[in-house]
């Protein structure tokens, strides 16, 4: 099984700075048609995760364009250019390339 | 739009069944690749199980392997999952999730199933 580790677990955020996640697989997740099989998730307090990007750096539809993601094989990050309130929540990521599927422990992002 | 609801989830004595379900709609179901993931209380996402768009396919995590089974309508835009020999540890919220290529994982609002006497 694919172990993926998030870092950090916790992150404070004055509002208006940038964030930083990072997600680390135990195995490659480039597959042979090019894309890294690696979502971001947004779970909000009280709701449902929804999804922030997908296949590492494509941002998903109504999502702003403060969030954006990158790397590549094994290694990923999830960056939030200017932090704001509405973004508190759990940060998931998670492989999508081989099952068991599995996500990170994520990242609780709390506003200082 | 994309919209997924669960159904079918409550309290269950230990040892007993369950069946979910998720009712699609606002995309071709039977090209997604439709999935189970849940969440117990206070703690992270687990993958459950997964179906191809057909149904031919499926997998399951170790810890329900063998209790549980997945499955599909594609006539009726609809997953189930049942769950036998269902134990404390089964308790969580149970989420739906479509994948595709195009747009990553859509989410349910999830139903909860809690095994207690």
């Known amino acids: 099984d694919i172990v993926m580790t998030q870092s950090p677990l916790s992150l404070p955020v004055t509002p208006g700075e940038p964030a930083s996640i990072s997600c680390r697989s135990s195995q490659s997740l480039l597959h042979s048609n090019g894309y890294n099989y690696l979502d971001w998730y947004l779970q909000k307090p009280g709701q449902s995760p929804q999804v922030l990007i997908y296949l590492a750096s494509n941002r998903a539809s109504g999502v702003p364009d403060r969030f954006s993601g990158s790397g590549s094989g094994t290694e990923f990050t999830l960056k939030i250019s200017t932090v704001e309130a509405e973004d508190v929540g759990v940060y998931y990521c998670?492989?999508?390339?081989?099952?068991?599927?599995?996500f990170g422990q994520g990242t609780r992002l709390e506003i200082k | 739009e994309v919209q997924l609801v669960e159904s079918g989830g409550g309290l269950v004595q230990p040892g007993g069944s369950l069946r979910i379900s998720c009712a699609a709609s606002g995309f071709t179901f039977s090209t997604y690749w439709m999935h189970w993931v849940r969440q117990a209380p206070g703690k992270g996402l687990v993958w459950v199980s997964h179906i191809s768009g057909d149904g031919s396919r499926s997998n399951y995590a170790d810890s329900v392997k063998g209790r549980f089974t997945i499955s599909r309508d594609n006539a009726k835009n609809t997953m189930y999952l049942q769950m036998n020999s269902l134990t404390a540890e089964d308790t969580a919220l149970y989420y739906c999730?479509?994948?595709?290529?195009?747009?990553?994982?859509?989410w349910g609002q999830g139903t909860l199933v809690t095994v207690s006497t």
């Open positions: 999730m479509g994948w595709s290529r195009t747009s990553g994982g859509q």
């Open positions: 998670m492989e999508a390339l081989q099952s068991p599927h599995t």
